[in-house]
């Protein structure tokens, strides 16, 4: 079955811990995308990438690192320096041309104390 | 600039009614597209419908349906005969055609749907 995968579903971590969220897919998609959604609040684009070994930043990267060394992965660290870490994020893959819908993984919540 | 807003943060009725979550955008691209997802209780977003800008027809899937007017700059989505399954959150995106900005979707801020047994 085609799709995309997050793991876990649940991440609980201490403060001043950096944590990784896992995003994989296969579609065969070249661009990926991490977002975060905080209660009754829409998607921000954290980071996205349109192809391997490149990733631009989006609209609140700031206290966040990714990588894309492989077409299927685009995993997230959310590092020490994000300031209110505890969220859902939900990364996304789509296909080369513009008008390509996104679609979703099942999403981490993370929660940190 | 490009900008999604859904002024309803949430809506109630019972279920059979029908039920329009309405979504305007501003974007200055002449070639653009329009989506509409659903956000159910689980988390992980459904992708429902794509509309590119040169399209204004109006599509009708099963009790779903969706309204763009350029006119008004919005794409607005009708659920007829609502059903208890249709409790989500929905989201109404933009996804430019050009420049920097290519590929990036605009979410608006969703509205929450409760429908009532």
Known sequence: DGGITQSPKYLFRKEGQNVTLSCEQNLNHDAMYWYRQDPGQGLRLIYYSQ?????????IAEGYS??????????????????????????????PESSYEQYFGPGTRLTVT | AQKVTQAQTEISVVEKE??????????????????????????ELVFLIRRNSFDEQNEISGRYS???QKSTSSFNFTITASQ???SAVYFCALKSDRGSTLGRLYFGRGTQLTVWP
């Open chain 2, 18 to 43: 029908d039920v329009t979550l309405d979504c305007v955008y501003e974007t200055r691209d002449t070639t653009y597209y329009l989506f509409w997802y659903k956000q159910p209780p689980s988390g």
């Open chain 2, 66 to 68: 969706w309204n763009f």
């Open chain 1, 66 to 95: 990714v990588s894309r060394e492989k077409k299927e992965s685009f995993p997230l660290t959310v590092t020490s320096a994000q300031k209110n870490p505890t969220a859902f994020y939900l990364c996304a893959s789509s296909g």
């Open chain 2, 84 to 86: 208890v399954v249709d």
């Open chain 1, 51 to 59: 192809i391997v070994n490149d990733f631009q930043k989006g609209d």
